[in-house]
């Protein structure tokens, strides 16, 4: 029978190990892929974070930190005259949406008599001078 030597890895939040996870969440990882990143399985890593809330909290400043820098460097972008930039903050910020569609509302009251006016102007236009008089004098 073949004996496998097994020693548990002992889970602690030492200072590396808490520089590490900040690290690999200001890169943008989470869960298992932060856990690698920061060498822990991840099992090890949820232990850890269950064992001791500071761990979690490395990672959400490291995240924190991460989109605070992101949108600085998209803010100076925006004010730098970058129009694109200025959209998406206006979009992704602000909840800002283009229009996509215009419409146009046009009310035109005519009143019968003016409409009758310009059908007779109409008729006189299209007639011959001698049929017009006729129809005038009717």
Known sequence: MLSLHFSPREVRA???RLLRVYEAARLGL??????LKAG??????????????????????????????MSQVVRDAALGG???MALE???????????????VDVTQQ??????????????????EPDDARQRLSA
């Open 14 to 16: 030492t200072e590396s």
């Open 40 to 69: 822990m399985m991840p099992e090890e890593f949820r232990k850890l974070c269950q064992l001791d809330p500071v761990v979690e909290l490395a990672a959400m400043q490291g995240r924190a930190d991460s989109e605070s820098e």
């Open 89 to 103: 903050i206006l979009k992704h910020k602000h909840d800002w949406v283009a229009k996509q569609q215009v419409q």
């Open 110 to 127: 005519i009143s019968i008599i003016t409409a009758l006016e310009q059908a007779e102007q109409r008729l006189t236009i299209d007639m």
């Open 82 to 84: 970058d129009a694109k």
């Open 30 to 35: 989470s869960h298992d892929a932060l856990a």
